[in-house]
């Protein structure tokens, strides 16, 4: 693939020092993620899953090795950097969708760009069309008590969207739906990786994985298998 | 920070307090309410400061007044025929003349005698105080005239029947109608004369009254009515018959004040000792007199000021303090409910120092507000108190600066921490905190 990647994990390790003793929750990961790409990350609890996904979101820190996302080595970062790069770069969708409460649709698809320094009036517009793009443009003054859970998560999904980021990281995006809404916002990721998002989706449920092209499975804090569909989708279809 | 992401912050933040009303209100009401006593305390204090700096002012900052006081039992003079015993003390139209010959710096002295009787007009009957004085009586207590003229000299060398009423005695007695050249009847216990109204008189400072004698009730009298002295001690005499007591009791004194003019407060304190020796010349150790200074009166009245003030501020600073301790109480209560928010806000790309920001900029926006309210209201009680209940209060710039100040001051201290916390959280648990 002629694809330029835009994630290089490169022996990447995570220790949580928990005094008396230590635990290796990644032991030397290595891949790469290409640019418009759709990976989904699955694996069993305590398989350092959650500690890549918090790595990759730049929420934590890796022990060693390096992560390469874009241009910038993210490793080795200080706290107020990383809070940079996740505001520009990173765009999250959360389980429990996460929206700020007292703030209605377009404030909340607004946030990663107010912690950017640029003032909601000037990118009123483009909130708005992002909410239009996720259909909820019938509902911009709502605030997210007034909305169903589907609803809210697409709310997520146009918030995630709004800094124009290199990476979608969502973590279980519809472990909190029922399967109607889910496969409502599965459509919805489908169409953003059609128009060339590179989408990281961390999860356990086999039908949200295969919507993706690419499955890294992890195991005690490894790659166990790290199978890329494309052909081998139709085929099994 | 820009300016406009300020002002979005601050938007955010009262929409976050709006969110909570019942507990943002109450916990302004902390910060409410000590803004408020801060100012009304420091307004009421200040009136009645004001109100009694005033009173010493109307006596004279170059003068001095010496009253007769009636001295300890065993050393009154007793004077008695028929089981009538009478209390003989006071001051005397002797000393009066002495101390204008012998102490130096003296201008003018101005003699007082005062009892209390009854002043009839019509059916009206009114407990009054009875004034016998020099035609120079309103220069000297810088009190005004409000109609006709006062006492003069003719009158007084012809000791005629004239009388000036106080304005209040005025409004009192003749409700409504003109007291001029009215006659009116002055009863005492002995007997009853009449008179006839050639003024009405304004004194500087209503409760300043010469005696600060009370009534049953223990209202002061504002009830004056001026004759010349001549008339009174003809008319009247120097005997005293108290009836208010309950026993009966007879006092003969001469002159119940002495009011002497210097020229200057300097001078005052200067000639006090000499002041003394005069009056104590004739007394052979026997204390019949105190001596009244307004302008020490007013030197202890300010130093006491200033330490009710401080004492103000201190009560004040505890009030505020304990106002803050709430506010961080329930800040940091905030901060755990909405700790998941603040985890998506971090992973929106929030640094440390937005968040500790935004949650000063709350806790300043919940003291700032509170202290506006209690600002407001204090202005409020302040002009209520002062305009319609009629007592003199007084907001001062400093009262409202300093309960301001301290408002913020407050919500920057006690925010501080909250906000730290808030901002320290590891945004991974945060995000995990349901």
């Known amino acids: 693939m002629a694809k330029h990647s835009i994630i290089q994990i490169k022996d990447l390790k995570k220790v949580y020092d928990l005094g008396a003793f230590k635990v290796q929750a990644l032991k030397g990961l290595n891949f790469d993620i290409e640019e418009g790409s759709y990976t989904a990350i699955m694996g069993p609890s305590g398989s350092g899953k959650s500690t890549l996904l918090n790595i990759l979101g730049c929420l934590d820190r890796p022990s060693s090795g390096a992560y390469i996302l874009g241009d910038d080595d993210v490793a080795h970062m200080d706290d107020k950097e990383l809070s940079g790069v996740r505001g520009s770069r990173i765009g999250f969708i959360f389980q429990s969708y996460n929206l700020i409460q007292q703030l209605n649709v377009v404030e909340n698809i607004h946030v990663p760009l107010f912690y950017q320094g640029k003032d909601i009036s000037d990118h009123y517009d483009h909130c708005v069309k992002l909410a239009e793009k996720v259909g909820l443009a019938d509902r911009l003054d709502h605030r997210p008590m007034q909305l169903s859970g589907g609803q809210q998560q697409r709310v997520a999904v146009a918030r995630s969207l709004v800094n124009e980021p290199l990476m979608l990281l969502a973590d279980e995006p519809t472990g909190n739906l029922d399967s109607s809404t889910e496969q409502e916002i599965l459509d919805i990721l489908d169409e953003l990786h059609g128009e060339g998002r590179t989408l990281v989706i961390v999860t356990h449920d086999d039908a949200v994985a295969e919507r993706a092209e690419r499955v890294i499975h992890l195991k005690d804090g490894l790659v166990d298998q790290d199978i890329r569909k494309g052909a081998a989708k139709a085929v099994a279809k | ?434």
């Open chain 2, 1 to 434: 920070m820009r300016g406009s992401s300020l002002i979005q912050i601050v938007q955010v933040g009262f929409k976050s307090l709006r969110l909570h009303k019942l507990r943002s209100g109450l916990t302004m009401l902390g910060m409410i309410i000590g803004v408020w006593a801060v100012i009304v305390l420091v307004a009421i204090g200040e009136g009645a400061s004001h109100d009694a700096q005033e009173a010493i002012k109307a006596l004279g900052a170059q003068n001095v007044i010496i009253r007769s006081v009636k001295p300890m039992s065993d050393k009154v003079q007793l004077q008695g025929r028929d089981m009538e015993w009478e209390t003989i003390y006071g001051l005397k139209n002797s000393d009066a003349s002495r101390i204008s010959k012998t102490v130096p710096g003296v201008i003018k002295v101005l003699p007082v005698l005062t009892q209390r009787k009854n002043i009839i007009h019509g059916k009206r009957d009114v407990d009054c105080q009875l004034i016998g004085t020099y035609p120079y009586y309103p220069e000297f207590t810088q009190s005004k005239m409000v109609a006709g003229t006062f006492l003069n000299e003719i009158e007084e060398a012809r000791k005629e029947n004239s009388c000036v009423l106080t304005l209040e005695l005025a409004e009192k007695l003749f409700a409504g109608h003109n007291p001029l050249m009215e006659k009116v009847v002055i009863r005492g216990f002995e007997s009853a004369q009449v008179f006839r109204v050639k003024g009405i008189i304004q004194e500087r400072v209503e409760g300043a009254k010469l005696p600060q004698q009370k009534d049953v009730l223990g209202r002061t009298i504002s009830a004056n009515v001026f004759i010349p002295l001549s008339t009174f001690k003809a008319l009247f005499g120097i005997k005293n018959i108290d009836r208010s007591v309950g026993s009966l009791s007879v006092e003969r004194v001469e002159l119940s004040e002495i009011r002497v003019e210097f020229g200057s407060a300097e001078e005052v304190m200067e000639a006090l000792p000499l002041l003394r020796e005069a009056l104590d010349k004739t007394r052979r150790g026997n204390v019949d007199y105190e001596i009244q200074v307004p302008i020490n009166e007013l030197n202890a009245l300010k130093a006491q000021k200033a330490r009710d003030t401080r004492m103000l501020m201190y009560i004040a600073c505890i009030s505020l303090l304990v106002g803050g301790i709430g506010i961080m109480n329930i800040m940091l209560a905030t901060v755990t409910e909405r700790t998941q928010e603040i985890g998506v806000r971090r992973a929106m790309g929030a640094t440390q120092r937005d968040i500790t920001v935004q949650f000063l900029i709350e806790t300043l926006i919940l003291c700032l507000l509170g202290g506006s309210i209690g600002v407001c209201g204090g202005w409020g009680f302040a002009w209520v108190r002062h305009h319609l209940l009629h007592t003199t209060t007084i907001v001062t710039e400093w009262s409202v600066l300093a309960a301001f100040g301290l408002s913020v001051t407050v919500g920057l201290v006690f925010g501080l921490y909250p906000a730290r916390r808030a901002a320290l959280l590891d945004p991974i648990e945060a995000l995990r905190h349901a």
